[in-house]
């Protein structure tokens, strides 16, 4: 008999968290991150296709934030004028209550890609995303 996905174990992103240095980003609706491969090819005999070769990886992602503090800009606007490159930490919990297994990940040497000062429109809630990237990452729950 073929298994047929239970649709409690899917899990809702309303269930998930994220910290920035060890502080909840309550606004935070939103994040994506992901390791990124990078290969090369391989050219083999005795074949036309080509063969890859993982030589390296990247992590990158966006923290998806409501525009309800100024959290960004007060931590990132002083260091960028001074030109320091900021390292975070920044983890992400989705913890849905019909699925038994929590997904717990740890970002460390996170490096904001850009600094929104302002994003508005008028009858338009307000959203910040801030794409990033890092140097190591490290599964806490999965």
Request: with cysteine; net charge negative; glycine share 8%.
């Amino acid at each position: 008999m073929e298994k047929v996905l239970d649709p409690r174990l899917v899990r809702n992103g309303t269930f998930g968290t994220g910290w920035v240095d060890g502080e909840q980003v309550y606004e935070c609706y939103g994040m994506q991150i992901k390791v990124n491969k990078n290969k090369e090819t391989v050219n083999r005999c005795r074949t036309l296709a080509e063969g890859k070769k993982m030589t390296s990886y990247n992590i990158t992602g966006t923290i998806r934030i409501h525009n309800a503090t100024s959290r960004m800009i007060q931590l990132e606007a002083d260091a960028l004028k001074a030109g320091i490159d900021l390292k975070h930490t920044i983890i992400s919990l989705l913890d849905d209550p019909d699925n038994p297994q929590a997904q717990r990940i740890a970002l460390k040497g996170v490096s904001f890609d850009d600094l929104t000062l302002a994003d508005w429109e008028a009858a338009k809630l307000g959203t910040i995303e801030a794409p990033f990237t890092a140097e190591d990452f490290e599964i806490l729950e999965a």
